[in-house]
């Protein structure tokens, strides 16, 4: 077992080097969940914790960094949405507060934004939907890139996290850490990227059960319950009518969703309503969707955000154990091999 922990911690040295863990695996950041207790129980843990900050004030996330810092002295980052509009004054929290690693996630970073980032000595990490992206992100100076699939929970692209990881990790895993984020559920799985030259992994919706996440008990019931068909893409009813889509468990929302773009573009078809009133009311309808169901637990009306990962979700359990069960598994695959194919010194 111990040439194969030592294995895994070569396989991932770069990530752990990067992140200064112990562990290279990431705890994405999830709107109003990943707060003080979820991202402090990752870090203390040996993982990577990341504050979601969502649409929050500067003041708001200054306050959320200095209590996180209270609850650990481990390495953690923050996730900064990059339309917030006042992305600049967020960046120059991170760096009062001396954040040591900042994500720029939800939507493409502009140079401008990843150079305030770094100015402030934070390594800055992007997330790369496409190879192109991510030569362009890394020319603009970001330190690493979340290349993250389908699969995963919350707002998603197109292609899947396999996929990616074919079209990405050969060219940018020799020039900057990569972290593969998206269904990732266990540890042959983390293995298996380390090998095509990821980094290392970033997880949301295995964390979300944790015993220190303050998600509702609805909510975690929910995912405890759900298998991986359950956890389905928001559907689009119109091509004139773009949604970003959003992968969550399917329940009332996801469903009245569909009637309700439905019934606005029949009033839009009719002239009782012009186009881009239309579209707004459509993007409205799912604003608190997610505090809905994470704070007050209502998963039927609210938006339960998960990746398809949520079927290997089957207990709550404290973030230590679930970080112990991914390296477990990690170490098993690794020492498997060693019983298969034994090793000559
Ligand atoms: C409930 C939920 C909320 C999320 N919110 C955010 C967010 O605010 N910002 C972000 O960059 N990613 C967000 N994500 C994505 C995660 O950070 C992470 O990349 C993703 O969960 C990884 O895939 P997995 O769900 O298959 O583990 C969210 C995911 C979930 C499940």
Redesign the pocket.
Known sequence: MDSARQRLDYLWRRGRDFLGTDLAILG????W?SERNLVSAISNGGGFG?I?S?STTPDRLAEEIGATQEMTAKPFGV?L?TMHPQLDALIDVCGELQVGHI?L??GLPSSSAIKRAKDTGAKVMC?APALVIARKLVRSGADAL?I?GT?????IGPVATSVLAQEILPEMGPVVPVFV?????RGEAIVSYLEMGAAGV?????F?CAGECIAHPNFKHAFIKASARDAVPSVQVDPSFPVIPVRALANNATRRFVEFQQEVIARFRAGGVEQKQAQLEIEHFWSGA?RRA?IEGDIENGSV?????VGMVMAEQPTAAILAELVGQAVATLAARDSRHPVVV
């Not at 994405?28 to 709107?31: D, I, L, P």
């Not at 955000?305 to 990962?309: D, E, L, P, R, T």
């Open positions: 994405g950041a999830m709107s969940i990341v979601a969502g996730n949405i994500v996630a939800g997330f979340v993250e699969e995963a929970g919350g707002h984020a998206g269904g990732i559920g970033q997880l949301g919706t295995r979300v997610l994470v955000m998960a990746g398809q990962s």
